[in-house]
């Protein structure tokens, strides 16, 4: 049989997604990377920890970058 590997990053993010979020401990990591300029890992730990699309994350990261929540 064979996986591919879209199947397994959905399915990998569905398990992440399972888990209890603590978001205040999200942001304040997102703020860190934010403030030594890697906005793609920032992207990358918030998709991780959340479960969310590349778009979604974007978009969460920015909002925190501008100072608001994500």
Known sequence: ML???GYL???ARAV???KPIDFA????DVTRILGG???ARAIRIYRERTGAG???ARDAVERIARGGGG
Do not use: Y
Not at 25 to 28: P, R, S
């Open 3 to 5: 996986i591919t590997a």
């Open 9 to 11: 990053n959905r399915r």
């Open 16 to 18: 992440v997604a399972s």
């Open 25 to 28: 401990a999200l942001h304040k």
């Open 37 to 39: 300029g890697d906005r």
């Open 54 to 56: 590349i778009l979604q």
